[in-house]
């Protein structure tokens, strides 16, 4: 719930004016506490008083604010510190440095929304033809000059609401545990992915290799085409093995259809890269009727967005995985915006990746075979996260078969 | 203790260039401009009773031509004891009357204090004394926060009083301070707890809604004599009863700009 301290001054008892202004709160649907009062000593003294205004949300409470700021409220909060950034991609000192919660800055005596709110990043404030609008910029991204806020005076972070009692979300809590009703979590998502779509929001998914690995890759693959994800975050070894598979029928050369493992089938990853890499991009060898299946094949056809983002270990790596991790980071952060829910199946660090970017607003569920995947994405500060403790084939194969128009094909 | 009795001098500005030119009150439109001699003579009609009759000092302020308003002496600011606080109207049109007034009051000694930025006070069209308690209206004109500003500068308690009818769109319209604890007032010009707050604090003499349209509230009151606008028969009467002396004033041509008697006389304490 937001909230802020305004002072009240004056001969607010006779003049009922602190009376006026309780009555206001509560009928513009806030709520109140008087922090502090002082009575006036003698009459020609002035009271003073400090109340606590909160509202169930921004909008509210600034228009709460302003009817009380017409009978005298005085707004306590500070104009936030801005101070040029000394060179590109470095920050003055003192900072502010962001969660991922809804934030507003006081700048010019008004509160401006953060827009592309992440963690662990600045707040810039922009002045267009005299405006100011307030964005989160990751370090890098500053320039020399840019206005950074430092400190943390006239910066508002508002928590995430608690969700209400029918919310799908609400009955998961928020804490890891295998024990829950895996099909009714499932349904829950499903249920939050069809709001997403209503909303206009988009609908992210975060992958492993261990979904190719399981022989969940076409319940991915059906999802995608029907067109159910907006956007994909793995790195090389989902998109190498889902293309192995496509090319070879096999996931680190162990058979998907029979589980047995190929005279020679660990090359086949290796294979698959390098056919790729001649063909200059996954596009090129979709295009070229080169690569005719799998989940990065229905990315290309669908049209979905994805980002590989490569790591050290990687073989290749495909053509298409952004060896730069800033560069892969960047990327992501384009993508994450607008959106609704996020999805993060069989893997720990693109989870805590993309974690870092998204907003605390965005419903996001983890779903992994081993707790701790979660508990780190949580310890990372993606404290919006929800856990579901299971194989990702069981997740990926409920899911598909709860969304509507998922038609898999073996 | 300086109360509404002690007044024994004034300010006035002698209707030269009075006019309607824009329209900032529901009183004023621009097709229905005042006549010209005619508000010259019911200005001197009342300048007469202040100065010949009930024996005041009438200081004049001449009107210069890009200031239609100026008349209205009363918004220049709110005068105590050798300390003018000066206004700082809310509508730009009656802004360039304030460097005019601001010399005035320097050339004639007092000491001219100005509001903190971006707080609107309009003088005592908004601020009047019932005895030693200032009473000021807000919201349609003046802002509260003048109304800190009037205590921390002139240590005084202060009643502040919502308005809520853009016809009464200052207190000195609807509310009319006539002893210590008496006053008159037309209680619709106020929001309910402005009229706990009045009914609280004072003796009260309702003025009906005929008669607050005439501007019955927009008196001078000088002890016991008071120069009201002509038409108000029921507060001539109750004031009468009370055994104050009423001088009624035709005030037509200035109720065109949203303004009569009261408005025209600035009280120099």
């Known amino acids: 719930m937001p909230s802020e301290i305004v002072r009240l001054d004056g001969h607010i008892i006779d003049s009922l004016t602190l009376s006026k202004v309780l009555d206001i709160i509560l009928k513009e649907g806030g709520e109140y506490r008087v922090l502090r009062f002082q009575m006036g000593a003698t009459r020609s003294d002035p009271s003073h008083a400090e109340i606590e205004i909160s509202a169930p ?51 010019g005596n008004e509160w401006l929304p953060v827009q592309f709110i992440e963690m662990d990043c600045a707040i810039v404030i922009e002045y267009k033809e005299g405006k100011p609008t307030a964005r ?105 093995h889902d293309i192995e598979g496509a090319l070879f029928g096999t996931s680190l050369g162990v058979e998907i259809a029979t589980g047995t493992a190929m005279p020679h089938g660990h090359e086949n990853h290796l294979r698959a890269i390098n056919a790729i890499r001649a063909y200059g991009s996954i596009r090129r060898a979709v295009e070229a009727g080169f690569l005719r299946s799998g989940i990065m094949h229905a990315c290309i056809t669908t049209n979905t967005a994805y ?25 992501m952060r384009q993508h994450v915006h607008g959106v609704g829910v996020a999805l993060m199946v069989a893997t720990t660090l693109h989870s805590v990746a993309t974690g870092n970017l998204l907003p605390a607003s965005v419903r996001t569920l983890c779903v992994d075979s081993d707790p701790d995947t979660v508990i780190k994405l949580m310890d990372r500060g993606t404290h919006q996260a929800f856990g579901l403790v299971t194989d990702c084939e069981f997740f990926l194969k409920e899911l598909a078969a709860q969304l509507p128009n998922v038609k898999v094909v073996k | 203790m300086t109360t509404p009795t002690t007044i024994r001098q004034v300010l006035m500005c002698p209707p030269t260039a009075y006019d309607v030119c824009y329209e900032i009150n529901p009183w004023m439109h621009v097709e229905n401009r005042p006549d010209r001699s005619l508000a010259a003579k019911q200005w001197d009609a009342l300048y007469q ?52 007034f601001r010399t005035w009051f320097e050339q004639h000694g007092y000491q001219v204090i100005t509001p903190p930025p971006n707080c ?52 000195d319209t609807c509310f009319l301070p006539l002893e210590a604890h008496l006053v008159a007032y037309y209680p619709e010009a106020f929001d ?41 028969p029921q507060l001539t009467d109750a004031l009468q009863q009370r055994g104050f002396v009423c001088y009624a004033v035709e005030m037509s041509e200035f109720l065109k700009a949203g303004g009569a008697a009261k408005c025209l006389t600035l009280l120099l304490r």
């Open chain 1, 57 to 107: 949300d921004n909008e509210t409470l600034e228009r709460i604010l302003h009817a009380t700021g017409q009978h005298g409220t005085e707004r306590t909060a500070g104009e936030a510190r801005l101070v040029p950034a000394p060179k590109d991609g470095v920050l003055p000192e003192g900072f502010y440095a962001t969660t991922n919660l809804e934030t507003h800055v006081r700048v």
């Open chain 1, 136 to 240: 989160c910029a990751p370090m890098h991204h500053v320039r020399e000059g840019e206005l950074v806020v430092v400190g943390d005076t006239g910066v508002r972070v508002t928590p995430v609401e608690r969700r209400e009692p029918d919310d799908v979300f609400s009955f998961m809590g928020s804490d890891v545990s295998t024990e829950r009703p895996k099909e009714r979590v499932v349904a829950a998502i499903v249920h939050a992915m069809k709001e997403a779509r209503q909303e206009g929001k988009k609908i992210l998914f975060v992958g492993g290799p261990a979904i190719i690995h399981t022989g969940a890759g076409h319940y991915l693959e059906a999802i995608i085409r029907a067109g159910w994800i907006d956007v994909l975050f793995a790195g090389n070894a989902l998109a190498a």
């Open chain 1, 307 to 331: 980002v590989l983002a490569g790591s050290i270990r990687d073989d290749g790596p495909l053509p298409d995985v952004i060896t730069d991790v800033v560069e892969a980071q960047d990327k």
């Open chain 2, 49 to 100: 009773v202040l100065a010949t009759r009930i024996g005041l000092t009438v200081h004049l302020i001449p009107q210069p031509p890009e200031c239609p308003d100026m008349v209205f002496t009363a918004n220049a600011g709110l005068v105590y004891e050798g300390k003018a606080l000066l206004s700082q109207f809310r509508h730009p049109q009656r802004q360039p009357e304030v460097p005019y």
């Open chain 2, 120 to 171: 609107h006070f309009e003088g005592e069209g908004d601020a009047l004394f019932v005895g030693d308690v200032l009473v000021a209206g807000y919201l349609k004109r003046s802002d509260i926060c003048s109304h800190r500003w009037l205590t921390d500068t002139l240590g005084l308690p202060v009643l502040s009083l919502e308005l809520v009818d853009d016809r009464w769109y200052h207190l």
């Open chain 2, 192 to 232: 309910d707890y402005a009229r706990i707050v009045i009914e609280n604090n004072f003796e009260t003499i309702p003025v009906r809604e005929e008669e607050a349209l005439r501007f019955a509230c927009n008196a001078v009151v000088i002890g016991h004599q008071v120069v009201l606008p002509n038409g108000c």
